[in-house]
């Protein structure tokens, strides 16, 4: 099956740096969602993106929907050692409850 | 407080040996979804059900089989077929379109 090109697969940074990373992909979705995955654990959801364009936030976390729906930014400001984990995007197509995987950026904090 | 349950946390499993792996939901979720992740990579599908007594095969059945006989309830066999299935195996549900939740994984080792 298709998964989503996500990029960067890894990042190693300085606490307090703001951090970037996006996932595309070459089809149209409908539904674009950022997960966040802790070592041994399930990825819990993010942010939540349903309309091309949209930009969202969700504490220092800010996500955008590409406006021609095939791609999708993640943007983390002021980093904290708290934000290591494995960040994956989901897409979901206009009909269906499937979802597509990037693989994953894995993120580090150096404090 | 709802969510999904999965069971157990860690499962060893011999040569030649059946294995099941529990996902409980209480979220009253239609829909469930069981994925397999392997180091480093993303989420891949092995089989969803979208109701009761339904079930289809996602990106890499071979191996594996399921039940839906509750809607609350969605195991996962892992058969003698599935030649390399040290994985970390997480369980996921929905209702409608919204996003999936997942639960916090099994992870399953050969002896």
């Known amino acids: 099956g298709q998964q989503l090109n996500q990029s960067p697969q890894s990042m190693f940074i300085q606490e307090g740096e703001d951090v970037s990373m996006n996932c595309t992909s070459s089809s149209i979705f409908n539904t674009w969602l950022w997960y966040k995955q802790d070592p041994g654990e399930g990825p819990v959801l993010l942010i939540a993106?349903?309309?091309?364009?949209e930009l969202t936030s969700n504490g220092r976390l800010t996500a955008q929907f590409g406006i021609t729906r095939k791609d999708s930014f993640l943007n983390i400001s002021a980093s904290i050692p708290s934000d290591v984990g494995i960040y994956f995007c989901?897409?979901?197509?206009?009909?269906?409850?499937?979802?597509?995987f990037g693989g994953g950026t894995r993120l580090m904090v150096k404090p | 407080d709802g969510g999904i349950t999965q069971s157990p946390k860690y499962l060893f499993r011999k040569e030649g040996q059946n294995v099941t792996l529990s996902c409980e939901q209480n979220?009253?979720?239609?829909?469930m979804y069981w994925y397999r992740q392997d180091p480093g990579q993303g989420l891949r599908l092995i089989y969803y059900?979208?109701?009761?007594?339904?079930?289809q095969k996602g990106d890499i059945a071979e191996g594996y089989s399921v039940s839906r006989e509750k809607k609350e309830s969605f195991p996962l066999t892992v058969t003698s077929a599935q030649k390399n299935p040290t994985a970390f195996y997480l369980c996921?549900?929905?209702?409608?379109?919204?996003?999936?939740?997942f639960g916090d994984g099994t992870r399953l080792s050969i002896l």
């Open positions: 989901a897409g979901q197509p206009e009909a269906g409850n499937m979802l597509t």
């Open positions: 979220l009253n979720h239609d829909a």
């Open positions: 993106l349903y309309k091309a364009g």
């Open positions: 059900s979208q109701i009761v007594n339904d079930f």
């Open positions: 996921a549900s929905s209702v409608s379109r919204q996003p999936q939740h």
